[in-house]
């Protein structure tokens, strides 16, 4: 098994097999209903390996949505790859609907809307604010984007998460068509199991 071409040990990728069970499981109970023995059954490894790789849920929660970030990070980088322009708005144009390609995979949806629903905890608030810094950062430097433009790309973001998780793409209402005027989403999907 191979990650970024590096050869991975068992316990590496016992650790990345837990941390995509973790996506899953967390992105259908949130932080504080999902207990480590789901995500355990759903990695096919005991708990007390789980307990080996992670010192707590808490830091498996934030190894989790590290590597959402990650992901964004990715999408982001594949959109802006699909245009030549040197047109920031082009450039985060191309990186929006990358993303929203990206979150028609609810676990990457829903884990991040459970993250903001736990920044009770000071290491997810933490964890939050890191990857939305990096996320920020990253579109800011790779589009060329004046702030004021980054701003909106991040908040129209949000939006599109509430467009989602909703299912407001053609939901009969003048509200909802002032909500998704002009947001394109690819129809969601599942990507295993939801319980």
């Known amino acids: 098994m191979t990650k970024r071409g590096a050869t991975l040990s068992t316990s590496d990728a016992r650790r990345e097999a837990v941390v995509d069970a973790a996506i899953a499981e967390f992105a259908k109970s949130g932080y504080h209903n999902t207990p480590i023995t789901a995500v355990a059954a759903r990695a096919e490894i ?6 080996k790789l992670f010192p ?30 040197a047109d920031p708005e082009q450039v985060l144009y191309e990186m929006g609907g990358a993303y929203a390609e990206l979150i028609t995979d609810k676990n990457l949806l829903m884990l991040q ?5 736990a920044c009770d905890v000071p290491e997810i608030a933490e964890a939050v604010r890191q990857g939305l810094a990096r996320v920020t950062e990253y579109v800011r430097s790779r589009s060329g984007a004046k702030d004021e433009s980054v701003q909106r790309f991040i908040a129209y973001g949000q939006l599109c998460h509430l467009i989602t998780t909703l299912e407001l793409d053609g939901h009969r209402g003048g509200w909802a068509a002032v909500l998704t005027a002009g947001i394109r989403h690819p129809k969601a999907h599942d990507t295993g199991p939801r319980g």
Do not use: I, N
């Open 46 to 51: 005991s708990p007390a390996y789980v307990f």
């Open 56 to 85: 707590g849920k808490v830091a498996l929660f934030v190894a989790a949505l590290d590597r959402c970030y990650e992901l964004v990070v990715q999408a982001l980088g594949k959109g802006a790859a699909r245009t030549d322009a």
């Open 113 to 117: 809307v459970h993250a903001q629903s």
